[in-house]
């Protein structure tokens, strides 16, 4: 029979996000990590998750992540920093075919808290890997079900800061638990790394996890 090489190993990965949880989530799988930050002059992520009219959810997760992960890799290639995987990813939550990322401002917050009250949403995250010029993507998808929201609750969530920043105008891990009802999937995934996934990734590029 035939053996396979084992892929080099790698004793630490890039991160390109500037995701604190992120962060959390590689550190809890032992994953050691250097960030790998956009700079002034890149165009920053806010206009690489620009919405493109018609785009279904699940496409427009794997376009972001695949676009933030070409410019993580041309980053990495500009500075002359050691090689290493580079990991990416980016989370949206989807209700129907209707996309909601981060909010623009408190009333778009407070909007789509309150379209997803009472109802049941995709949260879709993926995950991409690049070493050279390979590169793989894995996607994770979650349902994610929310009991009613009383309207005092919701003003006082979000005069609190915690949806800024957070597709879908919350974080399961805060005070935005008390409102869900049911989960099915990734709990890593909905927090904005699905573990399962990325130990997958990584560890097909030499990474212990």
Known sequence: MKRHAAPPA??????????????????????????LLADAAEEDAEALEAERRGELPLAYVQRVTLAKLDAARARLQR?????API?????????????????????DAAATLRGLSGRTHRVITAVAVALGE???LAVSVSRVSFGEIDAAALARYVAGGEPFG?????AIQGAASAWVRRIDGSYSGIMGLPLYETAQLLRSFGVRC
């Open 10 to 35: 790698h004793d630490f990965v890039y991160l390109a996000s500037q995701s604190p949880r992120r962060r959390q989530l590689l550190e809890q799988i032992g994953v050691r990590h250097e960030l």
């Open 134 to 136: 390979e590169s793989r």
């Open 166 to 170: 957070k597709a879908g105008a919350y």
């Open 87 to 107: 990991l990416c990813s980016d989370t949206t939550v989807a209700l129907g075919r209707r996309i909601h990322g981060k909010p623009l401002d408190a009333a």
């Open 79 to 83: 500075r002359g920093w050691p090689a």
